[in-house]
């Protein structure tokens, strides 16, 4: 079974600065999708950035970025020039590539992020 | 940019009482999906569809539990017989065939069970 681990129960930066969230997981799978979500206080579950493990470069999606290294198992979201509205819980989450079941997610317990003005 | 809907936003409902959970998924994909989220706890996976049946459940997901696709649109979780635990944030989620593709979560509905 796949286990995925978010070691920061808690974090905060300064408005516009950069800050690193930390991911990793546990798999015996050579083909995985890898995706951090951001929950803010609304509770709503939107997908911030997503990688595929085939994929030597790392994704970038505007202010966000993934270190992602495949040997140590290790995905972790960079967030330059933090703004007040990133504030949220962040998911880390892996999925399996499984065309018969779906692609069912495993979520890591989450880290909050203030961002502070 | 289609979304996942699901109704009602916030259910209370006794201890015993059986609630059922709507959602409309982004109306192109296939998958479907609840999840769980417990106060201050992980999200955790219940189940999936496809196809007209569960494809995967996870151990939570018991006899109490049950979801169907009434019609072409909508996706439903019936607890039969809620109990206080049963108090948690459900998602319901939904993805398109190919295999990358992510999922789109609702908003949620708040179970609280009194």
């Known amino acids: 079974a796949q286990t995925v681990t978010q070691s920061q129960p808690e974090m905060s930066v300064q408005e516009a600065e950069t800050v690193t969230l930390s991911c990793t997981y546990d798999?015996?799978?050579?083909?995985?999708?890898l995706f951090w979500y951001k929950q803010p206080p609304s509770r709503q579950m939107i997908l911030v950035i997503r990688?595929?493990?085939?994929?030597?470069q790392n994704a970038t999606e505007n202010r966000f970025s993934v270190n992602f290294q495949k040997a140590a198992k290790s995905f972790s979201l960079k967030i330059s020039d933090s703004q007040l509205g990133d504030t949220a819980m962040y998911f880390c989450a892996f999925m399996k590539r499984n065309m018969e079941y779906g692609n069912k997610l495993v979520f890591g317990a989450g880290t909050i992020l203030r961002v502070k003005s | 940019e289609p979304e996942v809907t699901q109704t009602p936003s916030h259910q209370v409902t006794q201890m015993g009482q059986e609630v059922i959970l709507r959602c409309v998924p982004i109306?192109?994909?296939?998958?479907f999906y609840w999840y769980r989220q417990i106060l201050g706890q992980k999200v955790e996976f219940l189940v999936s569809f496809y196809n007209n049946e569960i494809s995967e459940k996870s151990e939570i997901f018991d006899d109490q539990f049950s979801v169907e696709r009434p019609d072409g649109s909508n996706f439903t979780l019936k607890i039969r017989s809620t109990k206080l635990e049963d108090s948690a944030m459900y998602f319901c989620a939904s993805s398109a065939w190919f295999l990358n593709s992510p999922l789109h979560f609702g908003n949620g509905t708040r179970l609280t069970v009194t």
């Open positions: 798999t015996s799978e050579n083909n995985y999708y």
């Open positions: 990688q595929e493990a085939y994929k030597q």
């Open positions: 109306s192109n994909h296939l998958y």
